[in-house]
């Protein structure tokens, strides 16, 4: 029996992000989850993976999605869980074998954020381009997209964790061409990895520890600039560095902005209040961001300081949250016609 309006069904439930989508799902008003797919996994309950959800769902897992899921609901969205390098073939795939015309799809990997084929090739060599669903794909990052462009979309594309933190800290950057130089130096818990063990992951490899990785080649970098387009003046003298933080939840990022005067610093500090004076999920800080302000919330936090020539954005986000599955709830409000914070409004458990 379907107990509320709208339904989504999961392809690739048994990881982290299909965890806190699941997590969330459960005090949403609107949506619920009606199937939960996982090969490896089918006919287990979904709590033999997701424990921390026993007593709160009684759904199992099933090899394929399940016939007329979707039946009794007056909107339903397929979200994509899997891998990536598994997602473009997955969604081709759906669309393929006859998924309904009005069941839009929300893709959690990075298979299909990078919109140039080069780029694409350089950072995701492993996945088939996938032209056709790429360029009809949708970017779906709501502060900055429209909800008309998303709700509109046949796939939305989720933002990558560490991009979302870093867009979000940038975007009010762009137009200002007194900006020279933008270093991005960013921070992020363990479970971004996903739930397969690795050995970079282990706790022995991480604890008490922070390594920068992927320096100056990380495919999220490409996905930041195309977000951020070509109002973005200094794309030549952009850096970004992602770090491991011994945690498991979390993206701290510091943006270190040069700017050719101190007229040009003052201008971003007014385009910031600017651009999120309506932005539900962004909250400008009067003091430096913390990671318990903001784990298992929506929101991302930013703080910004100028110094003559100098400014300083600090950006905090959930990965699993805002980066990933609440981000993915948003999304799933607008194409539902229902407002973005409905069922996101939760504050952060503090401390945590």
Not at 216 to 234: K, M, S, W
Not at 306 to 331: H, W
Request: hydrophobic residues 40%; neutral net charge.
């Amino acid at each position: 029996m379907r107990k509320k309006k709208f339904g989504i069904a999961i392809v690739g439930g048994s990881g982290y992000g299909a965890g806190e989508l699941l997590r969330l799902l459960t005090n949403h008003p609107e949506i619920e989850a009606a199937c939960v797919v996982s090969k490896s996994h089918a006919g287990k309950s979904v709590t033999s993976v997701h424990t921390h959800l026993e007593g709160v769902t009684d759904l199992k897992f099933s090899e394929s999605l399940t016939p007329n899921w979707e039946t009794g609901y007056s909107g339903a969205a397929v979200v994509c869980g899997v891998p990536t390098g598994h997602a473009a073939n997955t969604i081709s795939e759906l669309i393929k074998n006859g998924l309904a015309n009005g069941i839009k799809i929300i893709d959690l990997s990075g298979d299909l954020r990078l919109r140039d084929a080069t780029l694409h090739q350089k950072h995701y060599a492993e996945v088939p381009y996938s032209e056709e669903v790429r360029l009809s794909a949708v970017y779906g990052l709501p502060e900055l997209v429209s909800a008309d462009e998303i709700s509109k979309a046949r796939v939305i594309t989720n933002p990558g964790c560490l991009a979302t933190a870093a867009i979000l800290a940038l975007a009010p950057l762009r137009g200002i061409k007194g900006v020279t130089s933008v270093s991005v130096d960013a921070k992020t818990g363990t479970s971004g990895a996903g739930r397969e063990p690795q050995a970079a992951m282990h706790h022995p490899s991480r604890a008490l520890d922070c390594t920068a990785y992927k320096v100056l080649e990380h495919r999220h970098e490409p996905e930041i600039l195309q977000a951020l387009g070509d109002e973005f003046y200094p794309r030549d003298s952009f850096m970004f560095v992602p770090h491991l933080l011994p945690l498991s939840r979390g993206c701290l990022i510091s943006c270190y902005i040069t700017c050719q005067d101190d007229t040009s610093a003052a201008a971003a500090v007014k385009k910031y209040k600017s651009l999120y004076s309506t932005a539900k999920f962004v909250r400008l800080r009067d003091r430096p961001v913390r990671l318990v302000d903001i784990v298992g919330t929506n929101f991302c936090d930013l703080h910004v300081v100028a110094r003559g020539k100098q400014l300083v954005v600090t950006s905090a986000l959930d990965n699993l949250g805002k980066g990933m599955a609440s981000q993915c709830i948003q999304n799933l409000n607008i194409i539902f016609g229902l407002t973005q914070e409905t069922g996101l409004m939760a504050p952060a458990l503090g401390p945590v």
